[in-house]
Nanobody, 124 residues
């Protein structure tokens, strides 16, 4: 069993920065993919950033150049800079054993394990 523990989030003014962390614990996964998603009420969950623990990272067009996903062992950090009000959402990290294909790396359906979510609010 794999557990994902999120931390970070909160409220910030537009242009500010926040850092989200996701710790992957439980069963050891040699190769896995991890992604961050976000969701606002009434809308579908949206992929934000995704990586595997070998050599692949991708970002949604809406966050490219502003968000950076990094890994340090079992801890994954999403650094969010130049935040905009439209970034306001509940953010979730998700993990999948193995390597998710690049063309589906931002699809929620590809991921089995999910964190509990953390709220990010950006005010104008």
């Amino acid at each position: 069993q794999v557990q994902l523990v999120e931390s970070g989030g909160g409220s910030v003014q537009a242009g500010g920065s926040l850092r989200l962390s996701c710790a992957v614990t439980g069963d050891t996964l040699r190769y896995y993919s991890l992604a961050w998603f976000r969701q606002v009420p009434g809308k579908e969950r949206e992929g934000v950033a995704s990586m595997n623990n070998i050599d692949f990272t991708t970002y949604a067009d809406s966050v490219k150049g502003r968000f950076t996903l990094s890994q340090d062992g079992g801890k994954h950090t999403l650094q969010m800079n130049s935040l905009k009000p439209e970034d306001t959402a509940m953010y979730y990290c998700a993990a999948e054993p193995g390597l998710v294909p690049a063309n589906t790396a931002l699809a929620p359906s590809q991921f089995t394990y999910w964190g509990q979510g953390t709220q990010v609010t950006v005010s104008s």
